[in-house]
């Protein structure tokens, strides 16, 4: 499976006993996910809009919010009804609902303390790229390799300290009735290119 960061915005909230994120994954932006080498060319990708239509919009696959990649830290999941994600032109838009039980697990808390303190910082989706041919172009200009994910099946979507796209933003908001507010707020991506 790949992996995908950006920093698209999240927001946190806290409503009725229930933690809720709210954050996008934004397409059409470009990043370097490795600088060239002497031996190995600069790496960058683009996602094109809407490239995870096919498992948000069809739900045919039980897709999990994870802290980090990590399948054995749940957050959220379309089969629980605690994840909403709707695919747009512009970003895939998510929100985990964490239901008590699950913030209150170490890993939750840990990963929400990140999140208010600005630490981690970024919404990173878990993928593979469809099997259709026209689901990715590879182009290579001089010492850049430059990869547009155009169709790609969405596994997960993980919160994360580093993502690979630094455009992404996390800015964390308590909408809690004392008024206090909290400041704002992975495997390697490489493994799976094809040349």
Request: hydrophobic content about 40%.
């Amino acid at each position: 499976m790949l992996w995908g960061s950006h920093l698209g915005g999240l927001e946190l909230r806290s409503e009725g006993g229930e933690t809720r994120l709210l954050g996008r994954f934004p397409y059409g932006r470009e990043t370097v996910l490795r600088e060239a080498r002497s031996s190995a060319p600069e790496l960058r990708e683009v996602f094109a809009p809407r490239a995870f239509r096919l498992r948000v919009e069809h739900r045919n696959r039980n897709i999990m919010a994870l802290a980090g990649h990590d399948f054995a830290k749940p957050l959220a999941s379309l089969a629980t009804h605690t994840l909403d994600m709707e695919d747009t032109e512009d970003a895939l838009l998510v929100e985990i609902r964490i239901k008590p039980e699950i913030a209150a697990a170490s890993y939750c808390r840990d990963i929400l303390a990140g999140v208010r303190a600005g630490l981690t910082v970024g919404l990173s989706p878990g993928f593979r790229v469809a099997s259709d041919p026209a689901a990715e172009v590879i182009q290579r200009q001089g010492n850049v390799v430059r990869r547009e994910v155009r169709t790609a099946l969405l596994e997960e979507i993980s919160i994360v300290t580093r993502p690979a796209y630094p455009q992404a933003q996390i800015e964390a908001r308590c909408w809690s009735a004392d008024g206090t507010m909290p400041r704002p707020t992975a495997p390697h991506h490489l493994k799976r290119w094809r040349l």
